[in-house]
């Protein structure tokens, strides 16, 4: 009888040969003790020769959290892997509704020497919320100088430490981000204008309860042409002449208890109208 011939399989992503069959399987450590222990805690050796191409897009096909979660306990190899495809991370306090109440009752406090070892350790991330980390100054933003680079959308709602020198910090380790909140962080137009001039990609500011003006503004919208959002309630520095001759793009201005002045509403008059 002859020989039936070996089948060769490959990853369906990449191509990378699988060498499933006999005659390709590396065979040098079968019999020893480490190969033994392998096959009684169920490893199929293959897998441990997959590129890691090959195991982030097995990991992307995990639909379920548990299953996620689980990879990472493989080895420290697969634990790198899921690591790297992690796109977004937020604290537990960021899911709830921030007020100056809820915050009185949250005691979580994370300092730099956090937000740097997480960053170390989710290099990918396109989405990152600090919100109601109060207590956080400007150095904890540091780390985005050197893994902020495919950032996309940052949250900084209720950090009172973040300053114009943390702007200065955002504009030149996250040149990509489209979407940020500042929601009564410790801003001024100094930083906003440094922010704008950094990131001109900006299609989404929440600007509420900070210390910026009319210059700020103005400065945003001028180097931002994207602009389709932005919130300014209860910056009383806001009177609305900003706004004037702002891109096209801009849909959605949120003005509440802002100073407005009659030039300044008909400068807004102005945006809506252009808009339709």
């Keep these: 009888m002859s020989q039936a011939a070996d089948v060769s399989y490959s990853c369906g992503s990449c191509g990378y040969p699988l060498n499933l069959t006999s005659s390709n399987r590396i065979t040098t450590g079968i019999g020893s003790a480490e190969y033994q222990k392998s096959i009684k805690k169920g490893r199929i050796s293959f897998l441990m020769d997959l590129p890691d191409d ?33 796109r977004s991370l937020q604290f537990e306090c960021s899911l709830t509704q921030l007020s100056l109440s809820s915050l009185s009752q949250t005691s979580l406090n994370v300092t730099s020497f956090h937000v740097h070892k997480l960053l170390t350790r989710y290099q990918h991330l396109q989405q990152l919320s600090l919100s ?23 949250y900084l709602d209720c950090c009172f430490g973040s ?11 996250c040149p990509s981000v489209t979407s940020i909140s500042l929601y009564r962080c410790t801003i001024t137009d ?21 210390r910026i003006s009319d210059y700020g503004l103005e400065a945003l919208l001028q180097k931002c042409s994207q602009l389709k959002g932005v919130t300014v309630s209860y910056c009383r520095g806001v009177t609305g002449i900003g706004f004037r001759g702002c891109s096209p793009t801009l849909a959605y201005i949120d003005t509440e208890s802002c100073k407005l002045e009659p030039e300044g509403v008909m400068g807004l008059l102005v945006v809506v109208g252009s808009s339709f």
């Excluded at 097995?58 to 892997?81: A, K, N, P, Y």
């Excluded at 440094?194 to 309860?209: E, F």
């Design 163 to 173: 300053t114009d020198n943390g702007l200065s910090l955002i504009g030149t380790g």
């Design 54 to 86: 090959c195991l982030c897009f097995i990991f992307q096909w995990l639909d379920c959290s548990s299953g996620r979660e689980s990879f990472g306990l493989t080895c420290h190899r697969w634990l790198t892997i899921q690591n790297l495809s992690r």
């Design 132 to 154: 109601g980390c109060t207590e956080l100054p400007d150095s904890g933003l540091n780390p985005l100088q050197s893994y902020g680079s495919k950032l996309q959308s940052l």
């Design 190 to 210: 100094v930083g906003l204008e440094i922010l704008a001039n950094a990131c001109s990609t900006l299609m989404r500011v929440n600007l509420s309860y900070s």
